[in-house]
């Protein structure tokens, strides 16, 4: 499995960024995918997460509401719509693929892109 992470930059606060994650190799259909971030100096820690059909997604309780997850099935690929960016999301953004639905543990998912930067200025 091969995941591809794209979509980082620049964005003031306030501002909206969409992440993409291309997906390549064999996948499971039961898999999760997943979206983590980390900042400087803190641990990696789950944003969202999606079944790899598309349904059912999930949030952290700290970008419900603010971040969506979604899936396009036709591309393979996944996307985190980040909107009412704060200075405090600023991190790097992994995508990730999972086997286990509503996990927002790091060690449940085995495949991991390479990071995408997003830094929000205030």
């Known amino acids: 499995v091969q995941l591809q992470a794209s979509g980082g930059g620049l964005a003031q606060a306030g501002g909206s960024l969409r992440l993409s994650c291309a997906a390549s190799g064999r996948i499971l259909s039961s898999s999760t995918m997943g979206w983590f971030r980390q900042a400087p100096g803190k641990e990696r820690g789950f944003v969202a997460g999606i079944r790899w059909t598309g349904r059912s997604p999930y949030y952290a309780d700290s970008v419900q509401g603010q971040f969506t997850i979604s899936k396009d099935n036709a591309q393979n690929t996944f996307y985190l719509q980040m909107n009412s960016l704060k200075p405090e999301d600023t991190a790097t953004y992994y995508c990730?693929?999972?086997?286990?639905?509503?996990?927002?543990?790091?060690?449940?998912?085995?495949?991991w892109g390479q990071g995408t930067l997003v830094t929000v200025s205030s």
């Open positions: 990730a693929r999972g086997s286990q639905w509503g996990s927002r543990q790091a060690i449940d998912f085995s495949s």
